[in-house]
């Protein structure tokens, strides 16, 4: 079955830690996105990737990185610059770059940073 | 920048009643998305409206798209305790990416 995996599922890390989370898409997806959810906030975007070597910043880039060294991966790393990084993030793929293309999501990281 | 505004927040309802959500958007669309994300769970996709005026159904819900494109709504008949989650709206302008509504909870009590 084709999907997106993430991993792990819950992650907790000391303050001023940089973490690392993982994503991975075996749909042959172009296009990968990160968003956080917070409580009440619904999803917010912090990075996309619409072709292996490029990507952009979404609205809350602060404090995160990004690489897309391969089509199938989309690793986000969370940084000590990030002020409240605790949150539930979720990736997410669409077959094409173009913004009428559904998203397809991961089963989210839960992190917790104390 | 792009703001979808979502009402209400939260709703509680009976099994057997019917149930609303509705998205406004700041800027005209060029479509919106519906998605449902069960508690615990990640959103998952349940729709897309790029006509003006657009109507489209999926046994017990019914979705709309404004005739401006810039208001949507989910409507949900005689609600189960299946559809228990937070509905989530997203629209995009032109080449921008989709800004998502901060979503509608809904509970169903049997």
């Known amino acids: 079955d084709g999907g997106i995996t993430q991993s792990p599922k819950y992650l907790f890390r000391k303050e001023g830690q940089n973490v690392t989370l993982s994503c991975e898409q075996n749909?042959?997806?172009?296009?990968m996105y990160w968003y956080r959810q917070d409580p009440g906030q619904g999803l917010r975007l912090i990075y996309y990737?619409?072709?292996?070597?490029?990507?952009q910043k979404g609205d809350i880039a602060e404090g995160y990185s990004v690489s897309r060294e391969k089509k199938e991966s989309f690793p986000l790393t969370v940084t000590s610059a990030q002020k409240n990084p605790t949150a539930f993030y979720l990736c997410?793929?669409?077959?094409?770059?173009?913004?009428?293309?559904?998203?397809?999501f991961g089963n989210g990281t839960r992190l917790t940073v104390t | 920048g792009q703001q979808v505004m979502q009402i209400p927040q939260y709703q509680h309802v009976q099994e057997g009643e019917d149930f609303t959500t509705y998205c406004n958007s700041s800027?005209?669309?060029?479509?919106i998305q519906w998605y449902k994300q069960r508690p615990g769970g990640h959103p998952v996709f349940l729709i897309q409206?790029?006509?003006?005026?657009e109507v489209k159904k999926q046994k017990r819900l019914t979705f709309q798209f404004g005739e401006a494109k810039k208001n949507s709504s989910l409507h949900i008949t005689a609600t189960q305790t299946t559809d228990v989650g937070t509905y989530f709206c997203?629209?995009?302008?032109?080449?921008?990416?989709?800004?998502f509504g901060k979503g509608t909870m809904l509970l169903v009590s049997p």
């Open positions: 800027t005209t669309l060029s479509n």
């Open positions: 990737s619409q072709i292996v070597n490029d990507f």
């Open positions: 997410a793929s669409t077959r094409t770059a173009r913004t009428n293309s559904p998203l397809h």
């Open positions: 997203a629209g995009a302008s032109g080449y921008s990416t989709l800004t």
């Open positions: 749909l042959n997806h172009d296009a």
């Open positions: 409206l790029v006509k003006s005026g």
